[in-house]
Nanobody, 119 residues
Framework: QVHLVESGGGLVQTGGSLRLSCAAS????????MGWFRQTPGKDRDFVAG????????YYTNSVKGRFTISRDNAKNMAYLQMNDLRPEDTAVYYC????????????WGQGTQVTVSS
């Protein structure tokens, strides 16, 4: 069992920045690749960024490449999503999740944090 708590969301103007944090507790955090997802009302939850267990490999959806940076600190059981040059279309609830390496599915999720970008 892994418990995840996101924080750092808020209201920001277009072009601004936010840093989301994901605090993990429970099983060994460093065992899990991590991902950030986002969801807007009435739509599916979409993948934003992913990071390997070691932090050596990162992955991004095309719309955030060059603007968002995913990172992790296994010693602190933390994952982060640095979001720069924010746009109104980035407005969503952002979730962190752990990847089950056996099933290939993200199976532990946080409660989400709201990010709102005003135009």
């Amino acid at each position: 069992q892994v418990h995840l708590v996101e924080s750092g969301g808020g209201l920001v103007q277009t072009g601004g920045s936010l840093r989301l944090s994901c605090a993990a507790s429970g099983r060994t955090f460093s065992d899990y690749p991590m991902g950030w997802f986002r969801q807007t009302p009435g739509k599916d939850r979409d993948f934003v960024a992913g990071i390997s267990w070691s932090g050596d490999s990162t992955y991004y959806t095309n719309s955030v490449k060059g603007r968002f940076t995913i990172s992790r600190d296994n010693a602190k059981n933390m994952a982060y999503l640095q979001m720069n040059d924010l746009r109104p279309e980035d407005t969503a609830v952002y979730y962190c999740a752990t990847l089950n390496k056996t099933t290939g599915r993200y199976d532990y999720w946080g409660q989400g944090t709201q990010v709102t970008v005003s135009s």
